[in-house]
């Protein structure tokens, strides 16, 4: 049965019947005809202040809920403006479709206004995208861009919506996905399943290490099952980070650059390493020519591409997590406790993360190890820098979809609008956004659509007054040359930006605020901006440095109150001019 | 080390970008790329010479695969295979050096299409080799102008590259 209506109504009716409930975007020109489709539709659209705000919570609503992203922008600039978004969600596999308005077709390849060719700029960091020629091509196209983004391993879809095509009149039909050139791998080869079983099985010294891949197939009950059942370690990449609870004895927590030390240890010293749905990223290998010298490598991964790409592989295993975890824990049988649990459990009571709490300075490590305490099973967005480190490791994590960062691309100003999406996803968790001064401003002109569309995520601002992660590499690799990085002077007053919008804002300048910063912000259904004046001079620490192996993790001085002067100096006058405040 | 690969694309505007950019910013080297149409007009292939070694072939064939245009990608052995390069060479001929031409012509079984005055057009087939001396052979007379195509190949005997 086929009904008559036009491009912009098959656009919406396509995304019902994909199960979209809501849209981040705004509007343009081009975009008028599917604008007035939303308008009569029942379809939720969330209207954003900049574009890069729609794609970043399309991928916080996605990563938050498991279900495909869509955000909308129109033609030129506004297609401009999604690219970093999309440019994020492709380097962490985020299931995501983003529509883009486009000139008239006639009017393509002409320079007209607003016109860019989004899909060309868009080739290299989207899963696939489509340039819509003709309205009866709508309906597969949305099909084939839902299934494509959501299936295999994930990633974002663009397809570009020319205005006549929005018009044009069209018969409405719902085709079948039939695509010969994809056909994702999910199965795992048994054989390969049945030789990475005998190898865990021989192994004296097995570390599990986990990627985002164990989170986008759900298979984090799959991963305890196996690792509780053969007593293996399990350390996670920064997208792993909540497939396995950090509280579980078993948990080595993250590793890699600013991993934990004994999870570097453990990767250096292992004769087995099991990876799943993680692809052996610089920041986590540190130098790749001694990473793990010791052991075999059993690799799972559902891209096959991914299996051989940075590391030599022993046994690879093509196949979904929960698949291939499911026929690992067919084939391998109860191991009991080792020499290896015993030394990797006294690694992590010699070697825990930990700094120097001080009773006058906000340590921005307290301000996390608070949240966690208040706001346990909140789900944590980051931005990216010291603010996503220390949320990372001092924040402990249980479920793979409460820990939302921007891996891969290492986007500042993700986590706000990340955390927006994520609230509208599930409404009935807290969602925190842990940020710093510096990227915070990268979107906070969201505020604006958190208070209109009332979504009460809180932002935790650990404002040192820097961009503290490039200021930590200029101490210890510059010689202390603070080139662009001190803010001090420049960060607007958050608690009246915040106020300016109509959200709330707090302010702790003391370790003894904190706790009850925290506590009025997570009791007031409204956004809410706090606003944590921490130690500038904090660095992360441990820190395995650019180029060095994993064995060679340092610990970085903790700062006390002599060493944090120097920095103090620098700050204390643009903390004076601007906030009124003395000192620390 | 150099690879040849077949790769059986959907007939659709920007494919060939689509493998074109995954060359240029995965930083494969490509030696030569030739695409026509095959015996479904649905779909093309692609013949593409990259250089590397096993570790780089495999990511190579790895990723072609993933494009979602991409129906089919099999590396083709030389020893099993034939290739075939077309060049058409316009070179200076006169009186004097015209059957020095002819004869060189001849012995590559090569063939004379446009003649002039002061020229010769010269099409010319067989693998890279073989165009390459040629080619070297008539510099003496002074070569004009050369267009070549990319090698195609095709897997020899009953086995074949098909969607």
Redesign the interface.
């Known amino acids: 049965m086929s009904q008559k209506m036009t491009g912009a109504q098959a656009v919406l009716e396509s995304l019902k019947r994909e199960g979209v409930d809501v849209v981040f975007g705004l509007p343009g020109g081009v975009l008028l005809p599917l604008y007035d489709a939303i308008y009569q539709s029942d379809i939720r659209h969330i209207l954003v202040r900049h574009e890069q705000g729609a794609a970043h919570m399309a991928d916080g609503y996605a990563r938050a809920t498991g279900k495909v992203g869509v955000c909308i922008a129109t033609s030129g600039p506004g297609a401009t403006n999604l690219v970093t978004g999309i440019a994020n969600a492709y380097m962490d596999s985020v299931p995501m479709v983003a529509i883009t308005g486009q000139v008239n077709t006639w009017l393509i390849g002409k320079d007209a206004f607003q016109e860019a060719d989004i899909t060309g700029i868009t080739l290299p960091i989207t899963k696939h995208n489509y340039l819509l020629r003709s309205a009866k091509d709508i309906t597969r196209v949305f099909r084939e861009a839902f299934y494509i983004a959501r299936t295999g391993r994930p990633g974002p879809v663009l397809i570009d919506l020319p205005r006549d095509v929005t018009v044009d009149e069209v018969e409405f039909t719902w085709p079948q996905v039939d695509m010969p050139g994809y056909r994702p791998s999910v199965k795992a080869h048994e054989m390969q399943i049945k030789k990475a079983a005998k190898a865990l099985m021989e192994a004296e010294r097995p570390v599990i290490y986990v990627g985002g891949g164990v989170k986008y197939a759900a298979a984090h009950g799959e991963l305890i099952e196996l690792a509780t059942k053969i007593n293996a370690p399990v350390t996670t990449t920064l997208m792993g980070i909540g497939c396995f609870p950090e509280d579980h004895p078993l948990s080595l927590g993250m590793l890699g650059m600013h991993g934990t030390k004994y999870a570097n240890y453990a990767i250096q010293e292992s004769d087995l390493i099991l990876a799943i749905g993680a692809r052996f990223d610089d920041r986590v290998t540190g130098k790749i020519s001694s990473f793990a010298p010791r052991a075999k490598i059993v690799h799972i991964d559902v891209d096959p591409a991914e299996v051989g790409k940075n590391v030599r592989v022993d046994i690879p295993v093509v196949g979904d997590a929960k698949n291939a975890l499911q026929g690992l824990l067919k084939e391998v049988s109860p191991k009991g406790r080792s020499v290896w649990n015993e030394k990797t459990e006294a690694w992590k009571k010699e070697y825990p993360l930990r700094y120097i709490p001080n009773d006058n300075v906000i340590k921005p490590q307290y301000v996390i190890e608070k949240l966690c305490e208040i706001a346990p099973d909140a789900i944590i967005t980051t931005e990216v820098g010291q603010n996503q480190m220390w949320a990372a490791q001092f924040f402990v994590h249980k479920d793979p979809q409460k820990f939302i960062s921007s891996g891969g691309l290492g986007t500042m100003g993700y986590g706000f609008p990340a955390a927006i999406g994520a609230k509208i996803g599930r409404p009935e968790c807290d969602v925190i956004d842990v940020a710093g001064d510096g990227s915070f401003l990268m979107n906070s002109q969201e505020l604006a659509t958190a208070v209109v569309n009332e979504i009460p995520v809180k932002v935790a601002v650990l404002n040192n007054g820097c961009l503290g992660m490039v200021r930590q590499w200029q101490e210890l690799f510059f010689e202390k040359r603070y080139s662009a990085t001190i803010l001090g002077r420049t960060s607007p007053d958050f608690v009246k930006l915040a106020e300016a919008y109509g959200a709330v804002g707090l302010r702790a300048t003391k370790p003894s605020e904190v706790e009850s910063v925290i506590r009025t912000a997570m009791a007031t259904d409204r956004p809410v901006v706090m606003d944590f004046i921490v130690n500038p001079a904090e660095k992360v620490s441990p820190m395995v440095p650019a180029g060095a192996t994993l064995g060679e993790i340092l610990d970085l001085e903790w700062c006390d109150d002599a060493q944090s002067c120097h920095l103090e100096k620098i700050y204390a006058k643009g903390r004076k001019d601007i906030l009124g405040l003395e000192g620390f | 080390m150099k690879h040849t690969i077949a790769v059986i694309?959907?007939n659709k505007?920007?494919v060939l970008?689509?493998i074109a950019?995954?060359f240029s910013?995965r930083s494969f080297n490509i030696d030569s790329l030739s695409v026509g149409a095959t015996e479904n007009p649905d779909y093309s292939r692609m013949t593409i010479t990259v250089h590397g070694d096993r570790?780089v072939l495999?990511?190579v064939i790895?990723?072609l695969?993933?494009?979602?245009?991409?129906?089919r990608v099999s590396e083709l052995d030389p020893s099993e295979s034939i290739e075939r390069e077309l060049a058409i060479i316009k070179v200076n001929a006169d009186k004097e050096s015209r059957s020095e031409i002819m004869q060189i012509v001849n012995i590559f079984r090569a063939k004379i299409i446009d003649v002039s005055h002061r020229s010769m057009i010269i099409e010319v087939t067989g693998d890279e080799e073989k165009i390459d001396a040629i080619v070297q052979l008539l510099r003496q007379f002074g070569i004009k102008e050369i267009a070549r195509t990319g090698k195609v190949s095709m897997v020899r005997g009953a086995r074949v590259v098909k969607?």
């Open positions: 694309v959907e505007a920007g970008t689509r950019g995954l910013r570790d495999e990511q790895k990723q695969s993933k494009l979602i245009n991409v129906i969607a």
